[in-house]
T-cell receptor, first 110, second 117 residues
Framework: EDKVVQSPLSLVVHEGDTVTLNCSYE??????LLWYKQEKKAPTFLFML????IEKKSGRLSSILDKKELFSILNITATQTGDSAVYLC??????????FGTGTRLKVLA | NAGVTQTPKFQVLKTGQSMTLQCAQD?????MSWYRQDPGMGLRLIHY???????DQGEVPNGYNVSRSTTEDFPLRLLSAAPSQTSVYFC????????????????FGNGTRLTVT
């Protein structure tokens, strides 16, 4: 059975800290891995990764994929209270299905 | 640009009642889907559609029906609501073409919080 596992489940840090969120997957027909940020409402798209070793970056956020070891990490540097959210990882399997992990809840304290 | 619009935002039903959750997108996306989100369970796929007239089941389809008569709309029907269907429901769409090796990111609506008593 295909699955996506995120760790840690939750994390509390102080402003200015750097955090690393993990996503491992076992998906038969991997096509792409996506990261989303979910605050109170809809998940919003952060990154889509399809190739190993190529870092995607947006401001203080970056992500990289390792297709050999079947995982991805999302890094957030110099965290701010506005980064507090649930971060979701999903894998697209090429059959029109996205398999989501349960998410990592990040809380950034001022 | 409205994106994906879901209505209603909140709904309370009694066991056995029926209702339809509405979803509309204005991005001309062929792919549309419904997820439910429960604490500790993540987002689970209920049904999806790859184009008008085509629907298929996801991971948790029981108790739900869908139809896709137009590209824009993808309603989700609960025929006889049960307390186990208390959840937050998200509609999501993406650009999709057969033969693509990867899909484009999902765009989500703001969700419908459903409580069944």
């Amino acid at each position: 059975e295909d699955k996506v596992v995120q760790s840690p489940l939750s994390l509390v840090v102080h402003e200015g800290d750097t955090v690393t969120l993990n996503c491992s997957y076992e998906v038969t027909n991997f096509r792409s891995l996506l990261w989303y940020k979910q605050e109170k409402k809809a998940p919003t798209f952060l990154f889509m990764l399809t190739s190993s070793g190529i870092e995607k970056k947006s401001g203080r956020l970056s992500s990289i994929l390792d297709k050999k070891e079947l995982f991805s990490i999302l890094n957030i540097t110099a965290t701010q209270t506005g980064d507090s959210a649930v971060y979701l990882c999903a894998v697209y399997d090429g059959t029109y299905k996205y398999i989501f992990g349960t998410g990592t809840r990040l809380k950034v304290l001022a | 640009n409205a994106g994906v619009t879901q209505t209603p935002k909140f709904q309370v039903l009694k066991t056995g009642q029926s209702m339809t959750l509405q979803c509309a997108q204005d991005m001309n996306h062929e792919y549309m889907s419904w997820y439910r989100q429960d604490p500790g369970m993540g987002l689970r796929l209920i049904h999806y559609s790859v184009g008008a007239g085509i629907t298929d089941q996801g991971e948790v389809p029981n108790g739900y029906n869908v139809s896709r008569s137009t590209t824009e709309d993808f309603p989700l029907r609960l025929l006889s609501a049960a307390p186990s269907q208390t959840s937050v429901y998200f509609c999501a769409s993406s650009y999709s073409r057969a033969g693509l090796s990867y899909n484009s990111p999902l765009h989500f609506g703001n969700g419908t919080r459903l409580t069944v008593t």
